[in-house]
């Protein structure tokens, strides 16, 4: 084999190594998207390279036309992987099926079969012969019916994936156009490079491969370098025109480099606005300008009148794109109209405001109406007890139990509107506290005097722990007794012929007292312990007829509680009695208004 040094053979040589490079480089980064299409796209390239400049160094004519049929496996592989990354490039991977891609091997196998047994037929090539009679050897020869038929399936290949190119330039933004067309004035040289060698073909070396090997390194700058094809310009345009919420992507200057279509009807422009500043596009709003100048990530609810002129409400989110080195390249805007959601917060803060004044009216009627009862009610109680006195003195004593039962039922009654009308002004807010200091050892003597009668009623036997020198409370007396009252009250109407204690303790270090209620009644079912503290619920609603009551004791209890600074709790089982401790501070808290549910109730210092 007779090798020769031509200076021709230079740039085949050359553009060999590129592709070499191009190949490997490829295939190391073959996990980027897009990477893998390119790869049998630059190993076709390099096989036409080699085989050219090997066969352009070689005088034999018989070695020189082994190396022209090798060339012909890199010559019908470019156009076939030239189409494949065009589909892969542009999204359109469905049609690269096993199926299609079959029938798309099959003219570049007929071709390499036709080349490789020319001899036999001469369909490729009528004739071949070398000439040697000039400066460099020429190949003088006649293409055949199969050679034509071969270049006519390559350019309809390669003009396919022009064409899928085209259709990718005019549907992508500005800022993909520009890498778009970088491919595309690739793909046009080897298209140029190879009329010149079919119209030309006694020329000494076919240059069509270093053209295919331009077209190979304008794809891999946009691949590795631009990272245009992990966007995918078609899927990315589909999917964010699609989006409901308006996105924007501006470029380290505030440039606009992307625009959907939902922020366009909100600009009420087109996207002539890509590649202005974002300043000129958001002029009417310059409290937007303001929020993203220089803004990282940040969310924002803003209000923008638009052209009706009516406000719409956006939720704005606002990201910093950063490359790989960590420098910010721009921002991504996203907007998400709020405008219904505001609308609702509206009606439901009315609703709220409603519902709230409503409540309050109710108090307020109530604690109205509650204290208008108790003035008939006074009188009917005081006529009842002077019927009553008259009555024994007259001797009609066969009237009195009924008189006595009249004044019962009244003094009951006037005991539930005295409660409904207690919880009816803490939720009107009209409750008011009177703080003063009060020995202890009085008021326990007080509950105990009141609530003895109740006691001994159902055969109950009431034990009192008080230490001597208990020492003094600043809290208010009245509302801390009807605490008290209410839950020993209770204690004697659960508990039948058992016991009841009343302790109390003083924990200085702390700073409270705590008072403890405790019997050995019927206790407290576990599911009714979540709701006891609200009002009308009661421990076993059944025996409401037996017990009686109105169940609002123990939600006024909790609510003076939390007025006056402390707390109460319970425990309980059923059939094992309860358990109730109420902690009260030696001293009123500092602060002067205290939250009670919903309301702020102010508590008067005495």
């Known amino acids: ?8 053979i230079l740039p ?34 390099l096989i036409w390279l080699v085989a050219s400049t090997i066969e352009g160094m070689l005088i034999d004519e018989a070695a020189r036309l082994l190396w022209i049929n090798i060339q012909y496996i890199g010559i019908v ?3 076939t992987a030239w189409l494949i990354f065009s589909l892969s490039f542009t999204g359109r991977r469905d049609l690269l099926s096993r199926r299609n891609i079959a029938l798309l091997l099959l003219m570049p196998l007929l071709t390499l079969a036709m080349v490789w047994t020319n001899a036999w037929h001469h369909f490729f090539r009528i004739s071949l012969e070398l000439d040697t009679s000039g400066v460099y050897p020429i190949w003088i020869w006649n293409p055949g019916p199969g050679f034509w038929l071969h270049t006519l399936y390559s350019y309809i290949l390669l003009f396919c994936g022009f064409v899928i190119l085209v259709q990718a330039y005019r549907q992508s933004s500005r800022l993909f156009r520009r890498q778009i067309i970088v491919i595309l004035l690739g793909a046009a040289v080897p298209w140029l490079a190879n009329i010149i060698f079919i119209i030309f073909p006694a020329t000494p070396v076919d240059y069509t491969p270093i053209a295919f090997l331009i077209s190979g390194l304008a794809i891999a700058w946009g691949i590795f370098k631009v990272g245009l094809v992990e966007v995918q310009p078609i899927i990315h345009k589909q999917v964010i025109d699609e989006m409901q919420d308006g996105v924007l992507i501006l470029d380290e200057k505030n440039r606009i480099l992307e625009a959907n279509t939902a922020v366009l009807n909100v600009l009420g422009v087109t996207d002539t606005i890509i590649g202005q500043p974002i300043a000129k596009a958001l002029a009417r709003w310059p409290e937007l300008i303001t929020e993203l100048h220089g803004a990282a990530f940040t969310q924002a609810e803003l209000s923008l009148p638009l052209d009706n002129q009516e406000i719409h409400h956006y939720q704005i989110s606002i990201t910093p794109l950063h490359d790989k080195k960590g420098l910010k390249t721009g921002q991504l805007i996203m907007a998400h109209e709020i405008t219904h959601l505001k609308e609702i917060e509206t009606s439901l803060m009315e609703a709220a405001e409603a519902a709230e004044a409503a409540s309050r009216a109710k108090s307020t009627f109530l604690a109205t109406m509650s204290h208008e009862l108790r003035t008939p009610l006074t009188a009917i109680i005081g006529y009842s007890e002077l019927i009553e006195e008259k009555s024994e003195m007259l001797g009609y004593e066969k009237i009195v139990p009924q008189l006595r039962q009249i004044g019962i039922a009244a003094h009951s ?11 009816s002004k803490i939720e009107a807010e009209r409750m008011e506290l009177a703080f003063g200091e009060f020995p202890v050892a009085e008021l326990i003597a007080e509950v105990v005097n009141s609530v003895q009668p109740q006691i001994e009623q159902n055969s109950n036997v009431l034990s ?11 809290s208010d007396k009245a509302k801390l007794r009807q605490i008290l009252l209410n839950l020993l009250g209770n204690a004697a109407k659960f508990t039948r012929a058992g016991k009841i ?9 702390s700073g409270y007292f705590e008072f403890t209620v405790s019997d050995n009644g019927e206790g407290i079912p576990d599911k009714i312990k979540t709701t006891l503290f609200e009002p009308f619920v ?3 609603a059944s025996f409401t007829r037996v017990h009686g009551g109105s169940g609002l004791g123990l939600a006024i209890s909790q609510r003076f509680c939390h007025m006056l600074g402390g707390s109460i709790a319970v425990e309980s089982a059923l059939g094992q009695g309860a358990t109730f401790v109420v902690k009260m501070p030696i001293q009123p808290p500092e602060d ?5 549910d919903s309301a702020v109730l102010r508590r008067q210092q005495t």
Do not use: C
């Open 592 to 596: 002067a208004i205290v939250k009670v």
């Open 538 to 540: 009661q421990a076993d």
């Open 501 to 509: 204690d009343l302790s109390v303790s003083r924990d200085s270090e």
């Open 464 to 474: 009192v722990n008080l230490p001597e020198k208990i020492g003094v409370l600043n």
């Open 413 to 423: 009654l006037n005991y539930i509107i005295g409660n409904i009308l207690d919880l």
């Open 77 to 79: 592989i470019v156009p």
């Open 1 to 8: 084999m007779n090798w020769k040094h031509t200076p021709i």
């Open 12 to 45: 085949l040589f050359i553009a060999s190594f590129v592709a070499i490079y191009v190949l490997v480089y490829t295939w190391r980064r073959r996990n980027m998207r897009g990477a893998r299409p390119l790869l049998p796209l630059t190993f076709g390239i």
